[in-house]
């Protein structure tokens, strides 16, 4: 059981661009257009910490 909680936290630490609910997520909570989530996601790869990064970077422009 130990091993299961181990890999949930590691997967919420990236980013699942290809799932609508997750892009959705993230253009809401930075306050982006969908094209501009995809785009942040996409320069950050999978990770998460770098998205939020990115994302708040733009916000800043």
């Known amino acids: 059981m130990?091993?299961?909680?181990?890999?949930?936290?590691?997967t919420r630490r990236r980013v699942a661009a290809g799932q609508a609910y997750e892009l959705n997520y993230f253009k809401r909570k930075h306050g982006l257009t969908m094209e501009q989530a995809r785009?942040?996601?996409?320069?950050?790869?999978?990770?998460?910490?770098?998205?939020?990064?990115?994302?708040?970077?733009?916000?800043?422009?």
């Open 39 to 61: 785009d942040i996601i996409k320069e950050a790869g999978n990770s998460r910490e770098k998205a939020n990064a990115l994302a708040e970077e733009r916000k800043k422009v």
């Open 2 to 10: 130990a091993h299961y909680k181990k890999n949930i936290g590691s």
